[in-house]
């Protein structure tokens, strides 16, 4: 889902239909890993990052994961 938003350049709306989630629920995803994303700019450790966004472990690995895949085509 965020792969379609953020490297497909993909309204979040068509996503949220394409992916049967709610606009709302695409939109939470991609605060989150804005978030979590200006945490590692700041290199932040993956435990603040926890405390301060309020994610699971396994959710921020993911995030991590497609971080670490697509560094360059992320927004800043």
Do not use: W
């Not at 309204?11 to 991609?30: I, L």
């Not at 978030?35 to 690995?61: F, Q, S």
């Amino acid at each position: 889902m965020l792969k379609k938003v953020f490297l497909e350049k993909k309204d979040p709306v068509q996503v949220a239909r394409d992916t049967d989630h709610s606009p709302e629920a695409v939109g939470k995803y991609c605060q989150q890993f804005n978030k979590l994303n200006r945490g590692v700019e700041n290199e932040i450790g993956k435990e603040e990052i926890r405390i301060v966004t309020g994610m699971k472990a396994p959710l921020i690995d993911e995030y991590l994961k497609i971080i670490g895949a697509h560094k360059v085509a992320l927004p800043p």
